[in-house]
């Protein structure tokens, strides 16, 4: 009797905790973001910072955004359940900044001013380049705020002790989540309207610093825990994961192997290699990295943010194998499965064990699960913050300044404009957010990059190093990517199909593989390469300004 009351103090306690912390959070970025406003007084300062962050501040911010809630609750939980198979996504997500420094971010930088479209509308048509770019980039952008919100909505059911059969202030589990989407949805909305770029940058930064901190800890107690022994950490997760040998070892989730099933098998080693080429090539076609480019003064200090974030980045990313395999080794498999089907709870949930471990009993346990939430919470609104800017920015700027105002807006128009399709974009993320809470957060993220990758990033390579290239090419390669990746996973085991889809009651799906990215990537280059000659246009002088331009930052804002 005396165990249970002391258990009920604790997630009292917890509650109490968390929601204080995040209140202080949430009341200190806020305040920057007030702030902030006042400083914001242009379509620069509102759409690029002004331009006057350092590369280091850059580097931070893009790790801030970069390191989202499928960093830190979906990796954790892919390698908390899948071993192996699970680390793919940090190798991935990782290898993918190299891709991005070497072709897209200094380049970016000197041709362009606030959105990817500044780019691709330089030496063609403006106005179907720029509405293709806007729909890529809205696209993209809900794509990945659905992951944050889902993260976001598991959290909060783990934060309030509120499990299938318990409520919290008369809500079940199923509108608790929804409640929690609701209000981060809310948040983003304000922290981009009111703060714009200058805002969210600095929400980022602190956000940056909070992660690295709250996953230095953990993992940390993690080795303390198995003596910095690494052979009994990996024994412990293996044996309590409930795989035995195979948690350590590839091709539980991915590259299965199914015995007297050729196919099966075949289709589970492409999905692997389509989530590899996915992940990669990604990051270099996600709107709210790429526009992080045009913060900073100098094509130098934008290529020294990548530096700064790939460092940042790739500690963090190292940080979560400590995180998913100690949480398969203290927690186990079955304890996450029950709280969060999908693994998205297995940081915060190793966060409570560790606790309980080393600030003693169920008090220490609500401590620490309080401390590392209200990091994930800081993480999941800096990242939507950072998203929403982006898809508003390029629905503002891109369509309707130069498509539906022929660049006649004035710019308080446009940042008007900004302001109201953040509204607009945040309202239909949190409506689609409520369907896809089956779903693990690092996967839908995976999804994103596919999408990313098949539309925008053939559309920025052709444009940078295409001589030959031109609007309808540029058209072309932007809808035929975008759209090839979307019909395949609506027709995908993601969406039905599948126990775990979002709608696992029905059944339409006929493209076998989870990840569309074999497919959509190569399919939006060719489009790119079919549209460009099919039409007669093209304009070599207009290429050969860019190039110059791109390649010393001469005449860039």
């Given at each position: 009797m005396n165990t249970v009351l002391a258990a009920e103090a604790g997630s009292t306690t917890a509650r109490n905790l968390t929601i204080t912390l995040f209140l202080v959070f949430v009341a200190i970025t806020l305040a920057i973001t007030v702030w902030a406003s006042r400083q914001t007084k242009t379509a620069t300062d509102f759409y690029a910072g002004g331009r006057s962050f350092s590369g280091f501040q850059n580097g931070m911010a893009i790790g801030g955004d970069y390191m989202s809630a499928a960093s830190f609750l979906g990796i954790a939980g892919i390698i908390a359940l899948y071993g192996y198979d699970g680390f793919l996504y940090s190798i991935g997500f990782l290898v993918a900044w190299l891709v991005a420094l070497l072709l897209v971010a200094e380049l970016l930088r000197n041709s362009g001013r606030y959105t990817m479209a500044d780019?691709?509308?330089?030496?063609?048509?403006?106005?179907?380049?720029?509405?293709?770019?806007?729909?890529?980039?809205?696209?993209?952008?809900?794509?990945?705020?659905?992951?944050?919100?889902?993260?976001?909505?598991?959290?909060?059911?783990l934060l309030l002790g509120i499990k299938p059969g318990t409520t919290f202030l008369g809500m079940d589990a199923d509108t608790a989540k929804v409640a929690t989407i609701i209000m981060v949805g809310a948040l983003m909305i304000i922290y981009v309207t009111v703060g714009g770029m200058k805002g969210t940058t600095y929400v980022q930064i602190v956000k940056a610093f909070l992660l690295m901190g709250g996953a230095l800890v953990m993992t940390l107690l993690v080795l303390a825990k198995y003596k910095f022994n690494l052979s009994s950490l990996l024994g412990d997760a293996a044996s309590a994961s409930g795989k035995g040998a195979a948690f350590l070892e590839p091709g539980l989730r991915y590259g299965v192997e199914t015995p007297g099933d050729a196919l099966k098998t075949f289709y589970s080693k492409m999905d692997l290699l389509s989530l590899g080429i996915a992940l990669v090539l990604g990051t270099a076609g996600l709107p709210h990295i790429l526009i992080r480019f045009y913060t900073v003064p100098t094509a130098r200090a934008a290529r020294k943010s990548v530096l700064w974030a790939i460092g940042i980045i790739g500690a963090f990313y190292l940080l979560t194998l400590a995180l998913g395999f100690g949480a398969a080794a203290i927690v186990g498999g079955q304890a996450i499965t029950e709280q969060d089907k999908a693994g998205n709870t297995a940081a915060?949930?190793?966060?409570?064990?560790?606790?309980?471990d080393f600030l003693g009993g169920n008090l220490g346990g609500a401590t620490l699960l309080a401390i590392i939430a209200a990091v994930a919470f800081a993480t999941i609104l800096a990242v939507v913050a950072g998203l929403t800017l982006a898809s508003s920015s390029s629905l503002a700027h891109d369509f309707y300044a130069n498509v539906v105002k022929k660049g006649e807006a004035s710019e308080r128009q446009e940042v008007n404009v900004a302001r109201i399709s953040a509204l607009v974009i945040g309202a239909v993320s949190?409506?689609?957010?409520?369907?896809a809470q089956n779903l693990n957060v690092a996967f839908l993220v995976a999804l994103a990059f596919a999408v990313a990758a098949s539309g925008n990033l053939p559309a920025i390579l052709y444009s940078l190093f295409w001589?030959?290239?031109?609007?309808?090419?540029?058209?072309?390669?932007?809808y035929g990517g975008l759209l090839s990746a979307v019909l395949l996973v609506f027709f995908s085991p993601v969406v039905s199909g599948a126990p775990t889809a979002m709608f696992p009651d029905h059944d339409w799906h006929w493209f076998p593989l989870s990840n569309?990215?074999?497919?959509?990537?190569?399919?939006?280059?060719?489009?790119?390469?079919?549209?460009?000659i099919l039409s007669k246009e093209s304009d070599e002088e207009k290429y050969a300004e860019l190039e110059v331009r791109s390649l010393t930052g001469a005449g860039a804002h």
């Open positions: 780019v691709l509308a330089f030496r063609m048509r403006q106005r179907p380049v720029r509405t293709a770019a806007a729909v890529s980039t809205i696209t993209v952008s809900i794509f990945y705020l659905l992951a944050q919100m889902v993260g976001a909505g598991a959290l909060v059911a915060p949930q190793l966060a409570e064990a560790l606790g309980v949190i409506v689609l957010s409520i369907f001589k030959r290239f031109n609007t309808s090419g540029a058209v072309w390669a932007i569309p990215g074999i497919i959509s990537i190569p399919f939006g280059f060719l489009c790119g390469w079919l549209g460009t």
